[in-house]
C-alpha cells in the first residue's frame, strides 16, 4: 500500500555539512553560527533585529515581558490556533481573552476586537493562520487607538505578506517557528524580531538569565565577570540549531515553490468536491502555504480522517479551538457556543500532506482518494 507522510523536512547534505562543521569547532553553544542565522534571518525578513530562540512559544513569552505585559493584563488572540499562543500569555502572567475568527480565512476578526477591550487590555496576539497574514494595517489602527502592543505569532508565515504589508512588519514583535514541521526547521527552535535596537538588547539578555553577557563573549576571549541586571529565561539558540537553518534559509523561496505547486495543485483537484470547502487566499495575499486544510461535514470529520489514514495518508487537525481544551474550559470557564465560527472551522478541519518533496503524483493520489472518500458514505 501507498505511504504518504503528513510532514518530511527538507535537510540536505549542505545542512549536513554545516552541522558538522560546527561540531568539528570548540563552540557549540550561542556564538557566531547563531549572529551569522540572525543577520541572515532579518535580512531575508526585512525586520533590523533577529533573536535566536529555542522555541516560538519563548518568542512569544519573552515578547510579552519586554512589552511590559503581566499580571493583572489581558491580551487578545485567537482560539483557532495552537495551544502554545495562548499559553505563552498565561506563562507571561496575564490573561488570554479570544475573539471569534473569520469564516474565509479562519484568522483573528479584526472588528470584533473593540467589543472585548477593558481597561486591562495590553496586547493582541495575531496568529497568521496557515500562512496567511491576519489584516495588520486594522490591527495597527485598533493598537494605536487603544495604546496596545502587537505581537505577531508569525510560526506559519516566515514568507508572507499582505497588501505589501511583510510579516512583522506593523507588529512590536514577531515570532518564528523552526519546530519539525515548520517552514524551515531545526527540530525546536525559533525566533523574536523588532525593529526596536533598544527591545533587541533587552530580549537578547532575557533569552539568557538576565546576564549582560553571552557564552561567547564569556569565554572565547579572557575570561570575564558577569552580572544579571534583570531576571531572564532560558531559551537561547545554539550554534548547531543554527547551522541547520542557515542552508535551509538560503533555500527558502525554492522551498515555498514546491509547497505552492502541491497547493495549487490539490486546489484544482479539489474544487467544486460536494461537501467540501477550501478557505480563501485574499488578494493582495502572498500565501506562506504551511498547512493546507480542507473544510468537510463535522459529522463525517473523524471518519473521514481515519478512512484517509487507512489508505496511507497522514494526516492532522489543526486546529481543535484552545477555548474548549480542557484546562482552558476549567480555568476560564469557556464553553461550546462561545467562538461559533472557531468552533465550526474545529470541527470540520482536515490537514493534508504538503512539503516539497512530495510529488505531483502523491498529491494527485491525496486529493483522488479523498474525493473518492467523500463520495463514500464513509
Ligand atoms: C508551532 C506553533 C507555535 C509554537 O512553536 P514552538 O516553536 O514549538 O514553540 C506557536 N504558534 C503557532 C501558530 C504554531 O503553529
Redesign the pocket.
Known amino acids: 500500500m501507498k505511504k504518504i507522510e503528513f510532514f518530511k523536512h527538507s535537510i540536505n547534505e549542505e545542512d549536513i555539512n554545516n552541522v558538522n562543521r560546527i561540531l568539528r569547532s570548540i563552540f557549540l553553544t550561542t556564538g557566531e553560527e547563531v549572529s551569522r542565522f540572525e543577520e541572515e534571518f532579518s535580512s531575508y525578513t526585512g525586520i533590523k533585529h533577529t533573536i535566536g530562540l529555542t522555541?516560538?512559544?519563548?518568542a512569544l513569552h519573552l515578547s510579552l515581558i519586554a512589552l511590559g505585559i503581566g499580571q493583572g493584563d489581558e491580551v487578545i488572540t485567537t482560539p483557532m490556533?495552537?495551544c502554545?499562543?495562548a499559553n505563552a500569555i498565561i506563562q507571561a502572567g496575564a490573561r488570554p481573552v479570544f475573539v471569534d475568527v473569520e469564516e474565509e480565512t479562519g484568522n483573528i476578526n479584526a472588528e470584533l476586537i473593540e467589543s472585548v477591550i477593558t481597561e486591562r487590555t495590553k496586547g493582541i496576539i495575531p496568529?497568521h493562520l496557515y500562512g496567511q497574514m491576519c489584516d495588520m494595517k486594522r490591527l495597527r489602527e485598533i493598537a494605536e487607538k487603544y495604546r496596545l502592543k502587537i505581537v505577531e505569532?508569525a510560526?506559519?508565515a516566515i514568507e508572507a505578506s499582505r497588501d505589501g504589508i511583510r510579516v512583522g512588519h506593523l507588529g512590536d514583535t514577531a515570532c518564528f517557528?523552526?519546530?519539525a514541521t515548520?517552514n524551515i526547521t531545526s527540530g525546536?527552535?525559533?525566533a523574536v524580531c523588532t525593529d526596536d535596537r533598544d527591545m533587541a538588547e533587552h530580549l537578547k539578555r532575557l533569552r539568557i538569565h538576565g546576564i549582560d553577557k553571552e557564552a561567547s563573549e564569556r569565554y572565547t576571549r579572557r575570561y570575564q565577570h558577569w552580572d544579571m541586571p534583570v531576571f531572564g529565561w532560558k531559551y537561547n539558540m545554539d550554534n548547531i540549531q543554527a547551522a541547520i537553518l542557515r542552508g535551509q534559509l538560503g533555500r527558502i523561496e525554492a522551498l515555498w515553490k514546491e509547497r505552492d505547486r502541491v497547493w495549487r495543485l490539490y486546489e484544482e483537484e479539489l474544487k467544486g468536491v460536494n461537501g467540501l470547502r477550501l478557505l480563501r487566499t485574499l488578494p493582495h495575499s502572498r500565501h506562506a502555504r504551511h498547512l493546507f486544510t480542507v473544510l468537510v461535514p463535522p459529522t463525517r470529520r473523524d471518519s473521514i480522517l481515519w478512512a484517509l489514514q487507512n489508505r496511507g495518508i497522514g494526516v492532522a487537525v489543526n486546529y481543535r479551538p484552545i477555548h474548549l481544551l480542557k484546562y482552558y474550559r476549567e480555568t476560564f470557564g469557556y464553553k461550546e457556543g462561545d467562538f461559533p465560527v472557531a468552533e465550526e472551522i474545529g470541527a470540520s478541519t482536515i490537514s493534508l500532506p504538503l512539503y516539497p518533496s512530495l510529488s505531483d503524483e502523491d498529491a494527485r493520489y491525496v486529493a483522488n482518494t479523498l474525493k473518492e472518500i467523500m463520495r463514500g458514505k464513509s
Open positions: 522555541s516560538c512559544t519563548a490556533s495552537f502554545a499562543t496568529v505569532d510560526a506559519h517557528s523552526f519546530y515548520k525546536e527552535g525559533g
